[in-house]
């Protein structure tokens, strides 16, 4: 079975200061990974995925994500947070047939200016 | 817009009655997925389609709850002799998938409130 575990229900960061929202995995096969961001009353819309290419992804909005499979994590990183990325976000990892995907309870960022 | 799209977006309900939600997905994708979200947690996963094969159904989907998905386009989700514990958003989601995993699009949520 695949689980997802995100450290951290909420996050509050400054304007322009780094955001790192954690995100460790469970998974007995070689996993997919992906975030997604999800605003007020908005569907979720996908960030970035990692499907065993490289291990540094970029994906929209400047947000990056590395896999470790050593640690069995996919952290998501922005170096300058932007008032506009306040919102939740979720981890997911899914199987490679794609079946579906299993989330973790999410984490709010908000942004202070 | 192409969108994935749910109707109704709202809907409050008196317990123990039935509901049903439509979700109308990408044009040519070829997956379709149920999720149910409440408040505080990540999506769960209830059930998925390939064309009109409901392939998987979560143990979270009791049987006062059924998926169609007839011809292989929108499908609906209907919930019968509703729950106070039903009360969530239900998210659908369609992908177009060839051998590996398609990315998810997902709509904006029916947001189901039974009283």
């Known amino acids: 079975a695949q689980s997802v575990t995100q450290l951290g229900s909420h996050v509050s960061v400054s304007e322009g200061a780094l955001v790192l929202l954690r995100c460790n995995y469970s998974s007995s096969v070689p996993p997919y990974l992906f975030w997604y961001v999800q605003y007020p009353n908005q569907g979720l819309q996908l960030l970035l995925k990692y499907t065993s290419a490289a291990t540094l992804v970029k994906g929209i909005n400047g947000f990056e994500a590395e896999f470790k499979k050593s640690e069995t994590s996919f952290h998501l990183t922005k170096p300058s947070a932007h008032m506009s990325d306040a919102a939740e976000y979720f981890c997911a990892v899914s199987d490679q047939g794609g079946n579906k995907l299993v989330f973790g309870a999410g984490t709010i960022l908000r942004v202070k200016s | 817009d192409t969108g994935v799209s749910q109707n109704p977006r709202h809907k409050i309900t008196k317990r123990g009655q039935n509901v049903t939600f439509r979700c109308d997905p990408i044009s040519e994708h070829n997956r379709l997925y149920w999720y149910r979200q409440t408040l505080g947690q990540g999506p769960e996963f209830l059930t998925y389609f390939q064309n009109e094969a409901q392939l998987e159904k979560s143990r979270l989907l009791s049987d006062r709850f059924s998926a169609e998905r007839p011809k292989g386009s929108f499908s609906t989700l209907e919930i019968q002799r509703t729950e106070q514990g039903d009360s969530a958003m239900y998210l659908c989601?369609?992908?177009?998938?060839?051998?590996?995993?398609?990315?998810?699009?997902f709509g904006e949520g029916s947001r189901l409130t039974v009283l």
């Open positions: 989601a369609s992908s177009f998938v060839r051998g590996k995993t398609g990315e998810l699009f």
